[in-house]
């Protein structure tokens, strides 16, 4: 079998030190394969972004090991780290993070400029990751022209733009009404059946639903998990 894309390796996140020491994270033993669609819940505090930082290279473990691909992200460097954040991890974050002077074709098109893919290239894959998600006759707009939803599948187009493996979502549909949080969702799963694999941080379980697999963070740790096999652990 190919190792998994991704893997938490008796990974934990702590803040600060000694008496003041606040354990964010961990430990926590997980993998996400290639193509499945992950979902991520627990109550407010229970350590879902910490572990999405992790995943993202945004942060790094205080101990154990968090994996892309069979790396070690702790071994890579700051531009190590950025290059895997270009190449190879797209976010779709809650706030969006769109460039207000940057048409949608622009936005998506900049993280593969960045890379130093030749600009006509950059904005043709662009386009296509806007036609994947039925956006592309919008591709000249500028975001604050543009829907909440709209916004979320240029958000969702630039996370997958190019040849990236993995894409991770924070509450991406946090806030949109419930039919464009559906279409969202719809398009979150199309990446995954396309074998990106997807890991969503969510607190609707109509959202998660969508997921291959559930697990439940509470205090830092894993303490429930549903597959398509069935429940193993206690839902709370």
Request: glycine share 10%; net charge negative.
């Amino acid at each position: 079998m190919p190792p998994p894309v991704l893997s938490f390796l008796a990974a934990s996140r702590v803040h600060g030190q000694g008496a003041r020491a606040v354990r964010a994270l961990g430990p926590v033993d997980l993998d996400v394969g290639h193509g499945e669609f992950l979902a991520v819940m627990g109550p407010s505090g229970s350590g879902k972004s910490t572990l999405l930082a992790l995943a993202g290279t945004l942060d790094r473990p205080t101990s154990g090991e968090v994996r892309l691909g069979g790396t070690d992200l702790a071994s890579l460097d700051a531009h190590g780290a950025a290059a895997i954040r270009r190449r190879t991890i797209g976010f779709v974050f809650q706030d969006l993070n769109l460039l207000p002077g940057l048409t949608a074709l622009e936005n998506v098109a900049l993280p593969l400029e960045l890379d130093r893919v030749p600009l006509d290239q950059a904005r043709a894959e662009a386009r296509e990751a806007l036609a994947a998600v039925r956006i592309d006759a919008l591709a000249d707009r500028f975001p604050d022209d543009l829907s909440g939803g709209e916004q979320q599948r240029v958000a969702v187009a630039r996370a997958c733009v190019g040849s990236r493996s993995l894409l991770l979502a924070d509450e991406p549909t946090g806030a949109l009404d419930s039919v464009t949080g559906e279409a969202v969702m719809r398009l979150l799963r199309a990446r995954a059946d396309d074998g990106r694999t997807v890991v969503l941080v969510t607190h609707d379980a109509s959202h998660a639903a969508w997921a291959d697999r559930i697990v439940h963070l509470r205090d830092g740790r894993i303490d429930a998990e549903v597959t398509s096999a069935g429940e193993r652990g206690s839902w709370p």
